[in-house]
């Protein structure tokens, strides 16, 4: 006997603005130095640009549809990046 359960869920893609390539951040060391864990969050949610910023970070398509920022075992692409709205969740599509 099998028993299947079926979550039906609305498929909506959003876009996102191209990520701001100009946008003031620190060097890699001072990243590294300053670097630490925190347990506290704030309450206010991300803009669209800041949600694009960091998944384009975290894999986003760097010079060419061939090279990503994450780079990957024999260039397999096999991350997969999740971001969790209070609208629903979403799977970012780096190309």
Known sequence: MTI?????????NISLPAPDM???SANVIE???????TREFAST????QQLSNL????????????H???PTAMN??????YAFT????YEYLAK
């Open 45 to 48: 949610e991300l803009t669209n």
């Open 86 to 89: 209070a609208d629903g969740a």
């Open 4 to 12: 299947g359960l079926a979550i039906s869920a609305q498929a909506q």
């Open 22 to 24: 100009k946008a003031k």
């Open 55 to 66: 998944c384009w970070a975290a894999c986003g398509v760097s010079r060419d549809a061939e």
């Open 68 to 70: 990503r920022t994450a």
């Open 31 to 37: 990243t590294l130095a300053t670097r630490h864990s």
């Open 76 to 81: 397999r692409k096999e991350i997969r990046l």
